[in-house]
């Protein structure tokens, strides 16, 4: 039976769905627009997030319930693909990739949990490209920019060095954000599913968790400030690297491994030079700890309108040929990442998906790998990103 929709939100109620839901009511309406629908626990929340953000009367809402495998499976049957902002996705998210896998039916969502994603890519692979699902994780601000960033200054890397460079690395220079609510409890239930159960401690020490028979290079682990001559500033460990890293990683063995088996890439937060870059460094390490602790936002909480429309963030691609010459690139968002941008990509990822990379075949993907070039342009053309040349050496 061919779907009733192109897209079905689910999660429009929350947070960060809310954003999703603004973004495709106001960028995809009228003739020719991608059909959609809202979706979540409750008919009446769903109602009074239409009407809060403007969307037209008729926009269809759907009752589902992540406690309900039915009511999931009868939303997934109405799609052509599911995005979902409803996590943590351990908790909420087992059952409807499974029914997305089972049915055919395309699926995306904003996850962050290297477990689970470990988890879902052994378990879903060989049903997805049995029934013809297109399953993407990780398609916000984690893991896109990033997984994108690698993947333009290798296209680059290619062109002055005649080869890709066997050694990435990403480095965030500025960063204006709240971090997610969502995202802080996820890693706050990612750390509790350790502490129950210490056999899932070698998948968050493995760079290579996503790769499943594949096993690279020994890779930097990225958890104590250093001094970077090459850049002349001190990094500190990025709170996001562990699930980065894994998905880059993950990307290079899907596209048939053009960056090389012998790839090596992190990623860290620059924090300038001298005393004061060293002292910077250390206060992001403390910082990092406080974002998964009891004062951390709750689920459902995030920055205000004018906080969102006010951050941004720059990421800078340093890609070292063997010779030591280098290429560098940047990736700059133009709003809030964790809320406002991330709101933008996956909408966009998922109309790339449908309408710019229909002939993406069945299987558990990462969107950069998936989408490549075609999915910059529309980040590029919709949802305020920039892909930037800074040096060729």
Not at 15 to 33: C, N, S
Not at 177 to 196: D, I, Y
Not at 269 to 276: M, N, P, Q, R, Y
């Amino acid at each position: 039976m061919p779907a009733t929709f192109d897209i079905v939100l689910y999660g429009a109620t929350g947070y960060t769905g809310q954003l999703v839901a603004e973004y495709l009511a106001a960028h995809y309406v009228g003739d020719g627009a991608p059909t959609w629908a809202m979706a979540g626990r409750s008919k009446d929340k769903l109602a009074s997030v239409r009407d809060a953000i403007g969307a037209p009367q008729d926009t269809p809402l759907i009752v589902a319930d992540a406690a309900d495998p039915a009511s999931l499976r009868a939303m997934v049957d109405q799609a052509k693909l599911v995005i979902t902002t409803v996590g943590p996705y351990q908790i909420y998210g087992s059952d409807l990739v499974a029914a997305c896998a089972a049915s055919g039916t395309d699926y995306m969502d904003l996850c962050g949990e290297p477990i689970w994603l470990k988890q879902m890519i052994d378990r879903h692979e060989a049903a997805a490209k049995a029934s013809g699902a297109r399953i993407m994780f990780s398609c916000g601000f984690d893991s896109v920019p990033f997984e994108l960033g690698a993947f333009f200054v290798q296209e680059e890397a290619r062109r002055v060095f005649g080869a890709p460079a066997p050694r990435v690395k990403g480095r965030v220079r500025d960063l204006s954000w709240k971090f997610s609510g969502g995202t802080s409890a996820s890693a706050r239930v990612t750390f509790e599913a350790v502490a129950r159960d210490l056999s899932l401690v070698p998948i968050l020490k493995d760079p290579f968790a996503f790769t499943p028979g594949f096993e690279g290079p020994k890779q930097p682990r990225g958890n104590k400030p250093v001094f970077e001559e090459d850049l002349q500033s001190w990094s500190a460990p990025f709170a996001m690297a562990i699930l980065n890293t894994r998905n880059v990683h993950r990307s290079n063995m899907l596209m048939g491994f053009p960056y090389g088996r012998e790839f090596v890439y992190d990623e860290m937060v620059l924090t300038g030079a001298g005393d004061e870059g060293q002292a910077n460094a250390k206060l992001v390490m403390a910082a990092n700890s406080e974002k998964t602790g009891p004062e951390a936002l709750k689920p459902g909480d995030g920055p205000s309108k004018e906080e969102r429309d006010n951050g941004r963030y720059d990421l800078l691609y340093v890609a070292t040929a063997p010779d030591g010459r280098q290429v560098r690139a940047a990736v700059k968002g133009d709003l809030d990442p964790g809320y406002a941008s991330t709101a933008k990509i996956i909408s966009e990822c998922a109309i790339c998906l449908l309408r710019d990379t229909p002939d993406v075949p069945a299987g558990l993907w990462t969107p950069g790998a998936a989408m490549q070039h075609r999915l910059i342009k529309r980040l590029v053309d919709h949802a305020g990103l920039r892909f930037e040349v800074e040096a060729r050496a």
